[in-house]
């Protein structure tokens, strides 16, 4: 019996396409608004101590060199790569997001970066150095044409940025009671696999530390209606329902706070040449 590789150019469309209906049903049409100061806490909390990611990328940088950050959101990046000397162009289509990059700059007084509201691939810039990409690229569909545009964008090199969820952590488990395999979103492992598939070749390197996450949640059954929305389970009743409370039952920790979901994601770089 033959085995078939999976389609992972296709299997990123599916889960950006679930994810996008997931979050149309919770947010505005800027998700970022109203969020953006409580994700920018989560940002400097975990920017708090040394991180093997942001180690490695810097020491890609010289003075003069070139990064374009594509959706560069609170610009916790961008002041990054702008204080180690480089000419930085900082990406991103969330008014929100480009407020609270804005913060970002005052606070930690970065001038210079060169600011441009939009989504990739839709808006054009000069070739860069580097294409950076931290945690953007979850909402586009066409992962080819986004890493394709990154290379065109690119003299030295492209680099993604990713979640990298514990294989057998909550999520990976309730998606293969529902799907038969572990990838609830679009992340590291289904990127890496379809840049495979697309005849590249990138390098990697896995976040040092310990696993983050850990949402909270006020009940019990918003832990379950937020795992059902993830999965793509839509509004009605499944088959998988009680299976799915039982996985529940047994990870998640009441806590005074609420109920707490264990942490299960680390981030993996990616990162190629043009």
């Not at 180690?55 to 950050?69: A, E, M, N, R």
């Not at 990739?120 to 690229?137: M, N, Q, T």
């Not at 996450?213 to 389970?233: I, T």
């Amino acid at each position: 019996m033959s085995h078939r590789e999976p389609d992972w150019l296709a299997l990123w469309a599916l889960l950006v396409r679930r994810q996008q209906a997931w979050r149309s049903r919770r947010h505005r049409a800027d998700a970022w608004a109203g969020r953006t100061q409580a994700y920018q806490a989560q940002v400097r909390k975990r920017w708090s101590t040394p991180d093997s990611s942001r180690t490695l990328v810097c020491s890609w940088l010289t003075p003069g060199t070139s990064v374009l950050d594509i959706g560069a959101g609170t610009g916790a990046w961008a002041a990054l790569f702008a204080r180690a000397g480089a000419r930085v162009t900082a990406l991103d289509a969330s008014e929100a997001m480009l407020a609270a990059m804005a913060r970002t700059f005052a606070e930690e007084g970065v001038t210079g970066v060169r600011v441009l509201r939009g989504s990739w691939p839709g808006i054009a810039v000069e070739p860069h150095d580097v294409a950076f990409c931290s945690h953007g690229s979850y909402g586009v569909e066409d992962l080819a044409g986004f890493v394709g545009a990154m290379e065109r964008a690119a003299t030295r090199t492209c680099a993604l940025l990713l979640r990298a969820p514990l294989l057998d952590g909550v999520m990976a488990q309730a998606s293969r009671l529902v799907y038969g395999h572990p990838h609830d979103s679009p992340n590291f492992i289904v990127a890496y696999n379809a840049l495979l598939q697309s005849g590249r070749l990138p390098h990697v390197a896995p976040e040092d530390g310990e696993p983050w996450g850990g949402w909270l949640h006020a009940s019990f059954e918003e832990a379950f209606q937020e795992l059902r929305g993830r999965l793509g389970l839509g509004e009605g009743p499944s088959e998988h329902d009680g299976a799915l409370r039982s996985l529940l039952a047994e990870w998640l920790e009441e806590t005074p706070g609420g109920w707490r979901w264990p942490p299960s994601v680390r981030s993996a770089l990616i990162w190629w040449k043009p």
